[in-house]
Structure formats: C-alpha cells, structure tokens
C-alpha cells in the first residue's frame, strides 16, 4: 500500500468524523485545491480546512473505489446529504502529505437521443 | 507499469485513431460499459465499439492523467468537439484487456454563492 493511499483514507475518515485537527494533519502547508467544473482554486491549508468546515449541510461519505500509485491517488466517493446522493472524484498528488486536490462533482444528466439501441438503463 | 495501463493507452490512442479494429482488441468480449450519471449500461464488446462508432461530432482527445495499480486503472481525458471542450473521468478494471468502464462527463456550473471569501477564480 502506498504512503499517500494511507493519508488520502485518513483524509475521507476525518472529513466523515469532522475530525478537522486529524484532517489538516493529512494535508501539506501549500496544499492547492482545484474545481475544474467552475474554474475555482483554494490555496493553502488554513483556507481549505475552513472551506470543509464551513461547507453547508449535513454530507455523509463513503469511498466507492480508491486506485493509487506512488505519488498519485484517485478516489470515487458517494456522498448523501439527506436525501440527495452525488459523487466526487477526486485526484490527490503527495508523497506523505496531500499537496494537490483536484475534484469533479458530476450530477446526473437524460442521455441523448439515439443510443437506446445499445443502451439500458439501470 | 502495470499490463492493464498498457491496455488503456492502446484504449485511448484507438479511439483518437478511429482504429475500431484496435480498439476492439483492448476489450473483452463480455465488457460492461456503465454510465453513472445517466443510469446508462452498455453490455458486450461489439454493442460497445458500435457505440464509440456512431457517437457523433469530430471528437478528438487527450489524457490529462492516469493513475493505474494492478487490475485498476483511472484515467482523466480532455475531450474538444469543435471548440467545445469536455472532460471525461474514466474507470477501467481488468487483467490484460478491460472488462469494465465507468466513466463520468461533468459538466460546468457556476459556483454556490458563500465562497468567495476562500476561492478564486481562474
């Protein structure tokens, strides 16, 4: 297993506990979080640590899947607020701290026209 | 580098390539195709290279980032149709050719209001 594999499940076990001390622990000083789907960035660990404490709601996680490689993790976690269900897949870089936070909320969307030929839904 | 990362570049470069002879060749016979967002699933090789056949628009790509452990691999692609640009986060299992795929296609939005006091813009 990986160093940062271990820190990025420490990373989801802290935010699930709002255990914010253990989370900041997983985190590099300069750590830069990115959302490309609205082109914001957060930069810095004192402002991200905020951002997750101060994020609206009562969310629930669970990792669905993790893949990591040295240096490199990606995870597909199922979020619940409520009712609601999403995902987030997130792109971590680090060696034993997170220094690079990169996330994609994908919502659900109809599919287009003319491709239920080969499709079904589930 | 693990056979399943081989597998995947040869995935994404025949897609590029339009090469569905090559294509076919990365995927086993019984894939299962899964699009979360939708609640779409497409099962079996050749229903899932007719799929990427007809897909319309002169899509073109390029992977951003891939992150691969043995029997998992993640990739991140950045798609143009024209001059619009997509991203698709793709998971893949497998052993020497691919037996799943999940993929994901978010899309941009504007970000909650609340905010701006941690992020910027970019």
Redesign the interface.
Known sequence: MTELRKTVERFWAAAEARDWTAFAETLAEDVVY??????????GRE??V??NR?Y?GDWHLRTE?I???PG???T?AHFTVGLEEM?A?T?FTGTEKITSITE????????PA??DH?????
């Open positions: 990115t959302l490309p789907q609205t082109r914001e960035r957060i930069a402002r991200y905020q951002f101060e609206p899947r893949v990591a490689e490199q993790v990606v597909w995902y897949i792109f994609f909320w994908p919502e659900p969307y109809e599919p003319g491709r080969l499709s079904e839904r589930y």
